[in-house]
């Protein structure tokens, strides 16, 4: 019966030094904006006792912007005494040009990089690797530019290079195709070797006309008669009974006919469709 009156003070006492006790302790401190983390030693802490004293280092890559900086903070009640330290990006030093080549870079702190650039009319030798400024200086090394070579261009249908291909080729050199007789060229007839080691731009095309074309129940009403040549046209026309689907005027161009060529549907076959 006593018990009704008295526990709840003693819980309430209770609560309060409770409380009390977790107002005196201050939680983990954290200043990540000034490149700082806790020494090791007290990264697992998450509560500090009202009076702890903790320290920070600078986080990897970074050193200290002035080294007499206190790098400890003290508990008071449940805040942190403010901290003076702070780090700043270590450097790595510029990267001076190398043989045929030069870097093209970030910057030169922790984290930059530097991608190796070849001078014209030089490609890197192997990969590309592209270098980081890391926590003990530039890692990798310079890489080797060596002088552009483009192989042979390759052969083209219904048509050829006019010289012998080579097995190699320096920069700017250049190829011309041809194409065999009576048959059309598209594109561009001379090539050059280019930075990337390939030549450009892309080999022309020999065209040989379009092909001839059998509709089935179609009539050609205008245009020639085959081989069909680039420009030429056909005019279609569907046999009686029978419904053109698609365009009845098709042009020869360079990848065919455009559009593509019509059919003739039979009226009746589109009616037993439709009962289908
Ligand atoms: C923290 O400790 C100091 C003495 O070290 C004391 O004066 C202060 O009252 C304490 N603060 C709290 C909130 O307990």
């Given at each position: 019966m006593g018990c009704k009156v008295l526990c709840p003070s003693v819980y309430l006492l209770a609560y309060l030094m409770i409380c009390d006790h977790v107002q005196a302790e201050c939680t983990q401190p954290s200043f990540a904006s000034r490149n700082v983390v806790l020494s090791a030693n007290h990264l697992s802490t998450q509560n500090f006792p009202n009076g702890s004293t903790v320290t920070f280092e600078c986080v990897i890559g970074h050193k200290l912007?002035?080294?007499?900086?206190?790098r400890s903070v003290t508990c008071e009640g449940n805040q942190w005494t403010s901290l003076e330290l702070s780090c700043t990006r270590k450097s790595c030093g510029s990267l001076a040009d190398f043989f045929d080549g030069r870097y093209d870079m970030t910057?030169?702190?922790?984290g930059d990089t530097a991608k190796p650039v070849c001078n014209q009319g030089y490609m890197l030798a192997g990969k590309e690797t592209t270098r980081t400024c890391r926590d003990q200086g530039w890692d990798g090394r310079d890489p080797l530019c060596e002088p552009v070579k483009c192989s042979a261009p390759p052969a083209i249908e219904n048509g050829q290079l006019v010289d012998e291909p080579l097995e190699s080729y320096n920069y700017l050199e250049e190829v011309s195709y041809r194409c065999n007789k009576g048959i059309n060229l598209i594109g561009k007839s001379t090539l050059r070797c280019s930075e990337d080691g390939t030549f450009k731009p892309d080999p022309p095309k020999c065209f040989d006309g379009c092909p001839t074309l059998k509709i089935p129940n179609a009539k050609r009403i205008d245009g020639k008669a085959p081989p069909y040549k680039l420009g030429n046209f056909i005019e279609y026309k569907c046999e009686d009974g029978y419904r053109l689907e698609g365009d009845a005027y098709i042009e020869c161009r360079e990848n065919g006919w455009s559009p593509e060529p019509p059919q003739c549907i039979g009226k009746t076959e589109i009616i037993s469709f439709i009962n289908v």
């Open positions: 912007v002035d080294r007499k900086a206190s910057g030169n702190l922790f």
